[in-house]
């Protein structure tokens, strides 16, 4: 039998005679914590990851929902994207969560301030309930009207008090209802084939959070579909093989949150800090896998990634795809620029990022070094620019001029450089990070 139909049976046939026996869903808390416990270890071994890790994201990231009434997507008039996977024999549909009843109806009783009466959920409860046939644990509208004291309670609380995990609320009196399901009542998320996020299990929760938009809520992963594990498996082996088992910068999927990363978050505080544009256009120059277009985007930038490595390219489409990132790429490097469809004028952005300028050099013969340097900044028309450069010293052999005399440049020196070849007139030294300097050049 599914899952859904034993709770049916379990809440129609053995809950109004449970109660009443000592004891009985204390033994049954038990064993059914047991079972699920021993399922997500068997799935942790053979998937290679931790199924009862619980992950802090925000809201805003699950998009989607799996709905599995193919008539009541019909009666709304909300046609699914796409079918997901078979879970079980059952065919799931994707549609956009703020399209579920639950969330419609939580928007008009909280922000709009309908009584629950006027809602879509008590129109379906209504409908459904009718006789004596049980629809979504309402088996009368006195047992709906219940359950809303509840949502109400529940929306005072974590409004109040904040969201907390499922372990932390064991005692609370909201949960003694569903005490039997507790071990398995965190907010669910599957995870599609592209790495979307897809809900499945918390939606009072997770309504509510997103209503009051709480920066972070706690969920547990419970299915991955085949193509994200093999994507998975993917980045762990390359990093492992290529980077000596570190990303270059963090990885923002809460699945890929575990990989360890040569730089941290540091860098994007310190920009974000000293922003003096809080909203505009952006371009990262050598964006590698994409993290700073990501974070700058989630902070409402329009944000463009310059990368010309293939391998990095590959990444990037492929986590931009995951956690559907709007942010534009060109996929070639700034001294090709001039031939891309995407930049025909000079590279005018509101900010320009240069944390990895030093690797576009790689391949530039030493005598044009000069020249594509000055070629580089005399075309930024940026009004704040962030550039990165070893703490002890610049690059070697940037060009003998009449400025430069020696084979080597200290980060005073190459700023100084920078800033005579550039419309930029002031720079400031914003922090460092793995004995590297930041400057802010506007």
């Avoid at 030093?358 to 075309?379: A, C, P, R, T």
Wanted: aromatic share 14%; hydrophobic share 35%; net charge positive.
């Amino acid at each position: 039998m599914k899952k859904t139909k034993v709770l049916q049976f379990y809440l129609d046939n053995i809950k109004p005679y449970s109660d009443k026996i000592p004891y009985f869903r204390e033994l049954a808390e038990i064993v059914w914590n047991l079972i699920w416990k021993l399922k997500l270890t068997l799935k942790s071994i053979w998937f290679s990851v931790d199924m009862k890790k619980i992950y802090w994201i925000s809201p805003q990231k699950i998009i989607y929902g799996l709905e599995r009434d193919y008539l009541f997507l019909l009666e709304k008039n909300k046609m699914p994207e796409k079918k997901l996977f078979k879970i079980g024999e059952a065919d799931w549909y994707i549609i956009k969560f703020e399209d579920k009843s639950v969330y419609q109806s939580f928007y008009q009783h909280f922000i709009m301030g309908k009584q629950w009466s006027e809602t879509d959920l008590y129109i379906n409860v209504s409908n459904k309930t009718k006789g004596e046939k049980s629809f979504w644990r309402y088996s009368s509208i006195s047992d709906f009207y219940n359950r809303c004291k509840m949502f109400d309670e529940l929306y005072d609380d974590i409004k109040n008090n904040g969201i907390k995990t499922q372990r932390e609320l064991k005692k609370n009196s909201l949960l003694k209802e569903d005490r039997i399901r507790e071990i398995e009542n965190e907010m669910i998320v599957y995870i599609g084939s592209e790495g979307e996020l897809l809900y499945k299990n918390g939606q009072h929760r997770l309504s509510i959070a997103r209503l009051l938009n709480l920066d972070k809520v706690p969920i547990q992963i419970l299915h991955r579909h085949k193509n994200w594990l093999k994507f998975r498996k993917e980045i762990f082996a390359y990093i492992r093989r290529e980077m000596k088992g570190k990303a270059l910068r963090p990885l923002l999927h809460p699945d890929l949150s575990d990989v360890p990363s040569l730089w941290s978050d540091k860098r994007f505080e310190m920009i974000k800090k000293n922003l003096i544009i809080k909203k505009g256009t952006l371009l990262d120059i050598g964006a590698d896998w994409g993290y700073f277009c990501h974070k700058f985007e989630e902070i409402g930038f329009q944000c463009t990634a310059m990368e010309s490595f293939p391998k990095n390219l590959y990444f990037m489409k492929k986590l931009k795809r995951a956690e559907r990132i709007n942010f534009n790429i060109i996929s070639k490097s700034i001294f090709d620029y001039k031939d891309s469809e995407d930049l025909k004028d000079d590279l005018n952005f509101d900010v320009v990022l240069a944390l990895n300028l030093f690797n576009q050099f790689v391949d530039i013969e030493e005598k044009d070094l000069h020249s594509k340097f000055v070629e580089i900044f005399g075309k930024i028309k940026a009004k704040e620019m962030y550039f990165q450069v070893p703490e002890n010293g610049g690059m070697e052999k940037i060009g003998k001029t009449n400025k430069c005399k020696n084979d080597y440049i200290s980060s005073k020196e190459l700023i100084n450089y920078i800033i005579e070849n550039t419309n930029f007139t002031y720079v400031n030294k914003i922090g460092e990070e793995r004995n590297h300097a930041i400057y802010k050049l506007y």
